[in-house]
DNA sequence: ATTAAAATTTAGACGAAACTAAACTTTTTT
DNA sequence: AAAAAAGTTTAGTTTCGTCTAAATTTTAAT
């Protein structure tokens, strides 16, 4: 079976907001996916037809098993064309996302396969997010959030909360990246920013909201 | 300016076609592009409103200046990705048209300058095509054949006719490919096929249609 | 338990890119 | 130069993915 660009979007929205919200809802769906609503519903009738997801009108929509398997092997693409766009191409890791949204629909799965082999088989994108393997495993990430670590704990940033440019950019330029080690120093209880301390670096000072969206390890 | 895929794929064969064929026309497309001449024609006149060429109803059509630069690249991402293909995922020669069909879809011009420099700039694809700089300009290939070098004349093969499947697997088969030295040892008059000799292996017989077929360049 | 608000779906339309069948031009043949 | 053949365009549909406006259903509020 193959599915158009269009198609192989809506699967991938629909999955990652199954991943919080075990129902998703045509709203949210068309917010994600900058459209209107009245598009979702027609979208998402072709996709019942398919047997991607199961869609219960006014009351949203699951994936299939066969819905999971394609948003997996998907995400598998994206991921692993983002490590190679970063690892190989020397892109910023904030630069690679749109691209990866293009190059993920070229469908030959021999490519991915090959591609896998030439980057050695790498277990997760640049923003720490794991890569499913061909078969749609894909070992779950930490959900520990920085903001949630405990004072003086020697952790390691494993993931980012999303792949926003703004947030990228943001961690690029205070030096954090995948793999930094750091530990929090200070909690300031009036604003809920904290001070971290960085092997080699001055404290700095990281908002609630950015602590929030550093996804940690403690070592 | 962004065209869609359909728009890129008829530029690129109108381009193609206008290599050998100074005027193109709906009928030579139409087969060129498996589809039907109806559709060529209302493809043509949208190609026409966008400048990209010059549509003489019945007369058939010209690339633009503009046109040709959009030909050339995606002529550029084309070869640039088969050259990827091959010479960092180990593909075969005959695999990576269609594959490449699809990568050079993908729009970001970074994408390609950094894709080009990680590959160390390469002049060819793997089928002996030049590859056009960024500025679209290429040096153009030998245009002699193998059939039409001389007997005892020592050459080395530079390109090949067409990216047929059955022609390069033909030649994966008999050891040929870009940079392989040769010389044509006799020619049989009979039905115009060749006996040539390449470094350490026995003599092979090369029919005149697959000669024809092979681009070589005197050394 | 009505009513108001929010969310969702239906109906009807559109542009892109294709198609078939019919009409029209150009070219070739006689 | 007229007729036949070949090539091309026009007209009218189709499918995909989108839209707006109107109708319907669900949820929340009084």
Do not use: C
């Not at 949210?28 to 991607?52: C, F, I, N, W, Y």
């Not at 078969?135 to 792949?163: F, H, W, Y």
Request: aromatic fraction near 6%.
């Amino acid at each position: 079976m193959n599915f158009s660009i269009a198609e192989e979007n809506y699967i991938k929205a629909i999955w990652r907001l199954q991943q919080s919200d075990a129902n998703v809802t045509t709203n949210e769906l068309a917010a994600e996916l900058q459209t209107k609503p009245a598009s979702v519903t027609d979208m998402l009738k072709r996709l019942s037809e398919k047997k991607l997801l199961n869609y219960a009108p006014y009351y949203g929509v699951k994936l299939t098993a066969d819905g999971k398997k394609l948003a997996l092997s998907i995400i598998r693409k994206h991921r692993l064309w983002e490590y190679f766009l970063v690892e190989k191409l020397q892109f910023n890791w904030d630069a690679v996302h749109d691209i990866a949204e293009e190059l993920e629909h070229v469908s030959s799965p021999e490519l991915i396969e090959r591609l896998d082999a030439f980057l050695g088989y790498p277990k997760a994108d640049p923003h720490g997010d794991p890569i499913p393997d061909s078969k749609g495993r894909m070992t779950s990430i930490s959900n520990l959030t920085l903001q949630q670590l405990p004072e003086a704990q020697p952790a390691i940033v494993t993931g980012v909360g999303d792949q926003s440019s703004s947030l990228l950019e943001l961690l690029r330029q205070k030096n954090i990246g995948i793999g930094t080690k750091l530990e929090i120093k200070q909690r300031h209880a009036f604003d809920g920013s904290v001070e971290i301390k960085i092997r080699n670096q001055p404290l700095i000072n990281l908002s609630e909201q950015l602590a929030k969206n550093i996804l940690v390890k403690p070592q």
